[in-house]
């Protein structure tokens, strides 16, 4: 496991200990090469002050109030196999520190330093990350004088581990350090820290730790919704998302974070369904197909309307229009979560038609370049696996059955037809110098009958033809024109309704 300890964050450690200090790897980075896992960053902790680091490391950044110094170093081995333009990595240094009062729950009033790694470490979340590591005997030996990369690592190490740290990391628990209560009681975001561990970790939460999540649940209310959503983020992410929403509910932080959610919680479906609302949203997300973002909120927010358009009860109850009402939703909860809009635009599109009707005997080609029109054909992948996390979250067997295959196919198959004026073998001008039109929304509106027609029938996807029709169209009027647009457009929505009302999974 310290083969992983990058030689670039060991020489930073020696030499703040040349300096006469005391220099610890700690937190995050040593639990996971505890647990044989490669650290993404590297934290050190040092009872030298931000100055006395800045001086020694004259390329350093000491940017915030809390006592860390960022150090630039050369680019980790890993890092520059993958980059090899990388200009450079950071250890973060930071001065001991103790807890101070954190009168909004948020963050502390002002940052106290300590004197002791012991005061360090016991303000630390939980006793996974508060081990420190300590390098001893250190030489450095450089295999190869011309290569940089064949330097290599020969030293010893200490361990300080004053809470059991390892112990529990061999066994998988989540312990907070100290007293649980009280640290959820001074850092609210501990509660969503200690809930992405474990879905990040796969590790259990231990008892008492847990029951001060669930008396402290509604603490989470003075988290920042910015860093609220950091957590969910890293927990959607996670290998193992739906129990970090479950678990989540089982604290009672999902009823304040995300009522949505949570009113699904014992709501059962209908005929078609094994699973309440609630375990339905959670079996998707965790049978999503996907590790993007955008597909696994969209699994876990597709049905998040259907308690609210629920009719009737038992076998027979229904859930109409809960695609679009839920895309609504969902855009508010992403909204008040302060998600980016990139984010918020494709799950409200995705949820908005993951009810998408596809049965390869009676849907053809035209109907799939209007999906694609509908969707943009960059999203259709994305909308397939939401479908597919919906199909095994109810507990269907199989992922994708013949149906979605089908429909793959034919996207690839139309995936270059037009479904857009721009994609037409025809243009504006065209119109202009054949028809002798002068500018003006006729042809506009011309364009767009031909489009409706081409997505219909893609073999009129040439100028002669369009041409042909083109002068036909020119002799309607402008408001004809546009009802001709129109009525192409209503006529698939009316058949797309019907379908889903009648032979979806709503019915
Ligand atoms: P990761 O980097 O994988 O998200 P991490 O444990 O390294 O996990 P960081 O946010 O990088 O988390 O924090 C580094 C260390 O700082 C933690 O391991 C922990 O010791 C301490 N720490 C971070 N946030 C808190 C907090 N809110 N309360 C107490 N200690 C914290
Ligand atoms: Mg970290």
Redesign the pocket.
Known sequence: MLSKIPCEVIEVLKKIEKAGFEAYI????V?DLLFQKTP??W?CATDATPTQIVELFPDSFYENEFGTVGVKVKPFLEARELNPLREHDVVEVTTYRIESAYSDRRRPDEVKFAKTLEEDLS???FTM??IALKITNYKLQITNKNSESEKNNNFEYEIVDLFGGQADIKSKIIRAVGDAGERFGE?A??IM?AIRFHAQLGFQIEPDTFQALQKNAALISHVANERIKDELVKIVLSDNPAEGIDMLQKTGVLKIILPELENGVGVAQNKHHIYTIYQHCLMSLKKCPSRKLEVRLAALFHDIAKPQTKRGEGLNATFYNHDHLGARIVEKMLRRLKFSNDVIDKVVLLVDNHMFYYNPEEVGEASVRKLIKKVGLENVKDLIDLRIADRLGSGTPKAKPYKLRHLEYLIEKVSKDAVSVKMLKINGRDLMQNLKLAPGPKIGAILDVLLAEVIEDAEKNNKESLLIRAKQLDGEDLPKLREMAKEKIEEKKEEDDQEIKGKYWVK
Do not use: P, Q, Y
């Not at 700690?26 to 980075?29: A, D, I, K, N, P």
């Open positions: 700690v937190g995050g980075c639990r993404k960053d934290d303000r630390r979340d990350n508060a850092d975001l501990r820290r």
